[in-house]
């Protein structure tokens, strides 16, 4: 029987930045704990780096409002980045002086930033099951039998 999770999520848009710079930043922290992401994005030498940890940490204070409002229990320790998005926002047509009075034509973008956090599985843990140590030697007698 699958146990839902729950998926808390926060957007920022229309920021001036382009969605490919923002994605440089949202891989560091894609799949991490909330608080090694927090700590990933405070030390990002990128101009939207402040912005990403703004926004994660508006997820996590939404994760904790609606867990109080509906009254479920939330360990905010066991949050991870589910999903982390930067997408096309709508574009802004500029023009450049150019040589011999003419004007060259650039594009400045926006992105939409999207970050959804949820709680780990009791599965999906650091700790990971161990086989029994007393099946590996079976295995590696049939590999030394067929040598022969």
């Known amino acids: 029987m699958a146990v839902e999770t729950r998926e808390f999520r926060a957007e920022a848009r229309f920021q001036r930045v382009s969605p490919q710079k ?8 894609k799949g991490r704990g909330v ?16 912005v990403i940890h703004k926004l994660l940490t508006s997820a996590v204070d939404n994760a904790k409002y609606v867990a109080s409002e509906e009254g479920f229990d939330l360990d905010v320790d066991n949050l991870y980045v589910k ?9 802004m047509k500029r023009i450049r002086p150019a040589p011999m009075g003419r004007a060259y034509r650039y594009q400045r973008r ?9 709680e780990r599985e009791a599965g ?15 295995a ?9």
Do not use: C, W, Y
């Not at 923002?22 to 922290?29: E, M, N, S, T």
């Not at 608080?35 to 402040?50: D, G, M, S, V």
């Not at 843990?125 to 079976?138: A, F, Q, Y």
């Not at 590696?140 to 022969?148: D, I, N, S």
């Open 22 to 29: 923002a994605r440089l930043v949202l891989d560091l922290i």
């Open 83 to 91: 999903q982390a998005l930067a997408n096309d926002g709508p574009r």
């Open 124 to 138: 999906d843990g650091l700790v990971m099951k161990v086989e029994d140590p007393s099946e590996e030697p079976k």
């Open 140 to 148: 590696t007698k049939k590999k030394a039998g067929k040598k022969a």
């Open 110 to 118: 926006l992105t939409h930033i999207v970050l959804s956090v949820a």
């Open 35 to 50: 608080q090694e992401a927090l700590e990933t994005a405070a030390f990002t030498k990128k101009r939207i780096a402040p």
